[in-house]
């Protein structure tokens, strides 16, 4: 039996960071520009020593990718691509045994919620949602003649850049969130409202009309005034519905917390004023609220069956 080692050598190899969410508000004026990345960065070029003698003399970490990524993002993305040239750019020209790399991008788009009510017909100055996100849904129940109708909706992404805080909550020896009174609000929005049965028995409910009403008013509730709290929030959402919609009986929604916390950019001589941030995805805050007319029950059995709300 030999005891050489099989001669190896190695093959084709990169490294680098992967899926880098970064959210950059520009806010040199009060009306507000988002831009909203997944960038993953990999480099390419001699790394032997890594990978043969456990030498990392070579290996610009990972961590340091990311926060590159973070650290250009100060100065504003513009497009992907562009973004991903001075990614490449830097990582080849800093580091003389880089020779290359992949660099890639999703960018998620937003548009301004339109807020006509607020005298903002061309879209809200700080209130954004994602494109093309939202799926409607819709439950009938019917038991007898009792015939019963809930809408909604799942993943109407929406984001407040300003105007939301969070103070005046209780303190104990695990708490180290640091009040702010000028944090991202964000949410995936997951809806659903029931309809009154003799609204919908005497056919007077225009469902798909009611539909897209529903939603402005949930979008106009989000953008209006200062949130103290998601919970505050969407109270105000749910009073706009039920104020303009006799015929809906109730409302409960279902809302991640959607955590975006600003990057320290000082270690590279960067000031970040409430531009870069990092958008987290877990854990997140979950915030479940059911509202309804004070004058019906709470518990109606059209809702068994529908999962993921309180
Ligand atoms: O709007 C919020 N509601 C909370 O209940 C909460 N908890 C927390 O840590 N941050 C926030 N934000």
Known sequence: MSTENTKIVL??????????????????????????????????????????????????????????????????????????????NHFTSEFGWVTGGRWEAEQYAWERISAPGQGKAEGHDHSFVRKGQEVRNAVVVKDGDAVQVISGLNDLTVLKSTQSGFVGYPKDRFTTLAETTERILATDVSARWRYSPEAVANGSVDFNKSYDDVKALLLEGFTEGYSYALQQTLFQMAQKVLDAHAEIEEIRFSTPNKHHFLVDLTPFGLDNPNEVFYAADRPYGLIEANFQRESISADNDAWDGITGFC
């Open 11 to 88: 093959g084709k190899n990169q490294y680098g960071k992967a899926e880098v969410r970064v959210v950059k508000i520009t806010r040199d004026t009060d009306r507000h520009e988002i831009e909203d990345l997944s960038v993953t960065s990999q480099l390419r070029g001699d790394f032997d020593a890594a990978h043969f003698d456990g030498d990392n003399g070579h290996v610009v970490p990972t961590d340091t990718q990311k926060n590159t990524v973070y650290g250009f993002a100060r100065e504003g993305v513009g497009s992907p691509e562009q973004f991903l040239l001075r990614l490449a």
